[in-house]
């Protein structure tokens, strides 16, 4: 039997393997109502932040500027080319109301005005002349009344529904048969004989003069006021349309700039046809509109200014007419007090008139810019001046109790004031139609100076827009 031998050395022990660490000890729960020690979540952004992240960073190379570049670009000119149709749809439109829609029917509420005034006076010329009265003068009332009702109808079919020249129109519809009856009596008991003729045609003359011819001057001077607005309406200046273009051109002659200096290339085809657009729209504009506005402002100081001051004058001279005959109807049954003196009311109403009428030919003479529109005013003043003359024989006559001899003065065939009367009414109408020729010229103009405005302007800013946007892109297209 063998043994180990023993050196004194200790025995070796086995290696101990390393033990896997105790884990850590897990957070208990937190208990309802306790403050939770970890940190909350971070937020979640929104679209538009990240949005907002993307074009900044976008915005920090070359091919994202050149991309925000493009697209504003396109826009301005976009805008500039919708303000400016915009702008310029509103004038033309406004240009055409004036030439087809508010002065013509300015023109019609003067013809009503006109109509009923010289039917009064042609209804007191046939009673003075009872039964003698002629076909002229009853045709002439006829024709008088018929054109006052027929203009009425076209006045209330372009009249804006509930307005007020809606409900002057209807009042002067009932009012119109009403004077036309008492004309018709007044006639009636004229031819008779009865004294009471008078009467009615008196009170059919006062109906006529508080009433339907105030409401007749109302539509005119609504009619008027509507004139003006389209005229305030047609010619002010695009200025946002104007600097909108200006701004664009200014944006464009830098996108250029920056082009060039960066490849040194001097033209950009895409850039320089936006340019282009931009340019004949902006110089369309202002050459366009300022035409327009030029014609326009002679159409009202030539054509407008002119027709309203005849158009007063010619009424003035109707009412005039109208109270010369009356005079000699009423014979002193209507008096007025002027100071200490006792007047005739129709006697003094008819020298106001008169000097209504003279005051308005001066003022029609200053305004009449050529011969063939001054020549029938000039015309006008020497009839007015010698229907003064004859008025005042007549009146002389009449004070003196020669009656008939007034009467024959006033009416007669031969050297009568009416003469007059009829050929100043003649020339103002010949004055009328050469200045309303003289307006339809100069308003169809300005209203042509803006033809093709507004499609052109949208037109060549779609076509500026795609100039930029593919000039952009042409840039664009070196970085791929």
């Given at each position: 039997m063998t043994h180990t031998p023993n050196t004194g050395a200790p025995p070796t022990l086995p290696a101990i393997p390393p033990q896997p660490s105790a884990p850590a000890p897990t957070t208990a729960p937190t208990a309802p109502g306790s403050r939770n020690s970890a940190s909350p979540p971070a937020p979640r952004r929104t679209a538009f932040a990240e949005g907002v992240d993307q074009l900044r960073h976008a915005a920090t190379?070359?091919?994202g500027r050149l991309r925000i570049m493009g697209a504003f670009l396109a826009a301005l000119v976009v805008a500039f080319g919708a303000v400016t149709t915009w702008q310029m749809t509103d004038r033309a439109t406004a240009a055409d109301a004036v030439l087809t829609s508010s002065q013509p029917l300015t023109s019609d509420a003067a013809d009503i005005y006109r109509s009923l005034a010289d039917a009064n006076t042609a209804a007191s010329s046939g009673f003075l002349a009872g039964g003698q009265e002629s076909a002229a003068t009853r045709d002439r009332y006829e024709r008088d009344i018929a054109t006052a009702a027929a203009k009425l109808v076209n006045a209330a079919a372009n009249a804006a529904p509930g307005s007020p020249s809606t409900t002057t129109i209807t009042k002067l519809n009932r009012l119109l048969p009403e004077y036309k009856g008492l004309v018709e009596r007044a006639r009636t008991y004229n031819r008779?004989?009865?004294?009471?003729?008078?009467?009615?045609l008196r009170y059919a003359n006062e109906k006529m003069q508080q009433e339907m011819l105030p409401?007749?001057?109302?539509?005119?001077?609504?009619?008027?006021?509507r004139l003006r607005a389209d005229y305030a309406d047609a010619t002010p200046y695009p200025l946002p349309a104007i600097a909108l273009g200006l701004a664009t051109l200014a944006a464009l002659a830098w996108a250029q700039r920056r082009t060039y200096l960066r490849t040194n290339r001097v033209l950009n085809h895409g850039l320089v046809t936006a340019t282009t657009a931009t340019a004949v729209v902006l110089l369309w504009l202002t050459a366009g509109h300022a035409l327009a506005r030029d014609h326009l402002n002679d159409s009202y100081d030539h054509g407008v200014r002119s027709l309203a001051v005849l158009h007063d004058a010619r009424i003035a001279s109707l009412k005039a007419r109208g109270n010369e005959n009356l005079t000699l109807v009423a014979r002193g049954a209507e008096t007025t007090k002027v100071g200490d003196r006792t007047l005739d009311a129709y006697d003094y109403d008819f020298t106001r008139d008169i000097d209504t009428l003279a005051k308005g030919l001066t003022h029609a003479q200053r305004?009449?810019?050529?011969?063939?529109?001054?020549?029938?005013?000039?015309a006008a003043v020497g009839n007015m001046t010698e229907w003064k003359k004859r008025h005042a024989a007549a009146r002389e006559q009449d004070e003196n109790g020669n009656y008939q001899q007034a009467l024959d003065m006033v009416i007669g065939a031969?050297?009568?004031?009416?003469?007059?009367?009829?050929?100043?009414?003649?020339?103002?109408?010949?004055a009328l139609a050469h200045e309303e020729t003289e307006?339809?010229?100069?308003?169809?103009?300005?209203?042509d100076a803006l033809t093709g405005l507004p499609t052109g302007a949208a037109v060549l800013a779609v076509l500026g827009a795609?100039?930029?946007?593919l000039g952009i892109g042409r840039r664009l297209s070196e970085y791929r």
């Open positions: 190379t070359e091919p008779q004989g009865y004294p009471v003729g008078g009467a009615y409401a007749a001057q109302d539509l005119y001077t609504m009619e008027n006021e305004l009449a810019d050529d011969d063939t529109g001054e020549k029938p005013v000039t031969r050297n009568a004031t009416g003469e007059c009367f009829d050929a100043v009414d003649r020339n103002l109408a010949t307006f339809a010229s100069a308003a169809g103009d300005g209203r795609a100039g930029a946007v």
